[in-house]
């Protein structure tokens, strides 16, 4: 399964910029067990376009992240990944959303709706902190010690 971190952002971050360093870290080490993309998108229209026009024998699962969405555990979105690899999806799209807030239309496309908790992120951190859960939930999936049940 591929997966793509998207975020929306009218401007790109300086690439000297920790959080970009961190993120590309993850990315990195994501794509040891699957293929693990980044892109920014200027716009939330942008993406929900790039979704539905996304080449695959499956429709793209789309998660977004939004405070007031569902909480889970490391373990428990291993355990969504693995249900939706499992099931044959090919893409996993996990979108970090615009300034204001993400569109009722959005929010009605997507599979899932997360929330890093109810506090509210600054999106280059929180597309940080997106990317190491993708590798978390990698890593869980995978038997490797990196996540140890915490």
């Not at 080449?55 to 889970?72: H, M, N, V």
């Not at 959303?97 to 280059?124: C, M, N, Q, V, Y």
Request: aromatic share 4%; with cysteine.
């Amino acid at each position: 399964m591929k997966i793509l971190l998207a975020t929306i952002s009218s401007r790109r971050s300086p690439a000297n910029v920790p959080a970009t360093a961190l993120l590309e870290d993850y990315l990195k080490r994501s794509s040891r067990y699957s293929p693990t993309t980044h892109r920014v998108f200027a716009n939330e229209a942008t993406l929900l376009s790039s979704v539905e026009d996304t080449a695959s024998r499956t429709r793209p699962i789309l998660l977004l992240t939004d405070s007031r969405g569902k909480q889970l555990s490391s373990g428990e979105l291993a355990a969504e990944v693995e249900r939706l690899r499992d099931a044959g999806a090919q893409t996993l799209i996990l979108a970090v959303g615009p300034t204001d807030g993400w569109s009722p239309a959005a929010l009605k496309r997507a599979d899932l709706t997360l929330a890093f908790g109810r506090i509210t992120l600054p999106h280059e951190l929180a597309a940080v902190v997106a990317t190491e859960q993708i590798y978390r939930a990698l890593t869980i999936l995978a038997g490797h010690p990196y996540h140890c049940g915490h």
